[in-house]
């Protein structure tokens, strides 16, 4: 089975501060994504990438980059993080290669920013 | 533009009764995948069941099946013989196959509840 990791499960942090949330998968696949989650808002894609060093907007990149320097590694890095950057965030892989390629998730990280 | 509405933000169904959880989405193209995801309260989002837009048949997971109607572009999702563990929050999406399209649109999400 696919596993998708991500690095923590809670995360508290002060506002202002550079977070960093790390995914990492193992069944080589070369799409992941990184979503945030909202009440009422569903999921929101925030970016994604599809190869190594390469990344791409998604619906909602403001306030976030990315880093891909290895194939089974995706992070999103909050540079300054804001209170509205509260929420639940998921990691998600896919493979291109797999004719109907389903998104595969780790089991988020709630952040926190106070 | 391409979107996906769930109509129904709760719902809730006896155990061992049948729900089903409708889905209807917007798009002009004509080569699609279609999902349904479940996410449990523990969080990890899993695939329940896919089905390729250019398959007639409808696709059927165990208890789990869908009505796709691609004229109406309707994809709704029907649980039989529902389980405690079935509740959950039920999220359905489509992507697109042309070209590098990576993305999936979602819908806002049906929250099932299941009373014993």
């Known amino acids: 089975d696919v596993k998708v990791t991500q690095s923590s499960r809670y995360l508290v942090k002060r506002t202002g501060e550079k977070v960093f949330l790390e995914c990492v998968q193992d069944m080589d696949h070369e799409n992941m994504f990184w979503y945030r989650q909202d009440p009422g808002l569903g999921l929101r894609l925030i970016y994604f990438?599809?190869?190594?060093?390469?990344?791409e907007k998604g619906d909602i990149p403001e306030g976030y980059s990315v880093s891909r320097e290895k194939k089974e590694r995706f992070s999103l890095i909050l540079e300054s993080a804001s209170t509205n950057q509260t929420s639940m965030y998921l990691c998600?892989?896919?493979?291109?290669?797999?004719?109907?390629?389903?998104?595969?998730f780790g089991n988020g990280t709630r952040l926190t920013v106070t | 533009a391409q979107t996906v509405t769930q109509s129904q933000p709760e719902m809730s169904v006896q155990e061992a009764e049948t729900v089903t959880l409708s889905c209807t989405y917007d798009t002009s193209e004509s080569d699609y995948y279609l999902f349904w995801y479940k996410q449990p309260p523990s969080r990890q989002m899993i695939l329940v069941i896919r089905?390729?837009?250019?398959k007639q048949q409808n696709a059927t997971e165990n208890r789990f099946s869908v009505n796709f109607q691609k004229a109406a572009k309707s994809f709704s999702l029907k649980i039989s013989d529902s389980q405690l563990g079935d509740a959950a929050m039920y999220f359905c999406?489509?992507?697109?196959?042309?070209?590098?399209?990576?993305?999936?649109?979602w819908g806002l999400g049906t929250s099932l509840a299941v009373n014993p």
């Open positions: 990438s599809y190869d190594v060093k390469m990344k």
């Open positions: 998600a892989s896919s493979s291109w290669t797999a004719v109907v390629s389903p998104l595969h």
């Open positions: 999406a489509y992507r697109l196959c042309a070209g590098n399209n990576r993305k999936l649109i």
């Open positions: 089905q390729e837009a250019y």
